[in-house]
Nanobody, 114 residues
């Protein structure tokens, strides 16, 4: 069983930055594909960024060049650095761990507004 706890969300002005962190418990963290998803009100949950056990990354087109996902296998954490934030980035952000099944965190709210 894997437990995921997100932190780092909040209110930020357009153009600002936030760093989300996801702390995980459980075994074999380094084997998991880790990802960040987001869900805006009335919309489906979409992939934002993903990082494999080997460190390969992929991003949604809407965040390429602005967001960076990273992982620290020694600390069992995955981070999402978000720069140049836009109002359309407003959503609840969820941490995801995937190996043979999916595990989800409880989500953290990110609001981009002036």
């Amino acid at each position: 069983q894997v437990q995921l706890v997100e932190s780092g969300g909040g209110l930020v002005q357009p153009g600002g930055s936030l760093r989300l962190s996801c702390a995980t418990s459980g075994r074999d963290f380094s084997r998991y594909v880790m990802g960040w998803y987001r869900q805006a009100p009335g919309k489906q949950r979409d992939l934002v960024a993903q990082i494999t056990s080997g460190g390969s990354t992929n991003y949604a087109d809407s965040v390429k060049g602005r967001f960076t996902i990273s992982r620290d296998n020694a600390k069992n954490t995955v981070n999402l650095q978000m720069n140049s934030l836009k109002p359309e980035d407003t959503a609840v952000y969820y941490c995801n761990a995937k190996l043979y099944t999916n595990y989800w965190g409880q989500g953290t709210q990110v609001t981009v507004s002036s």
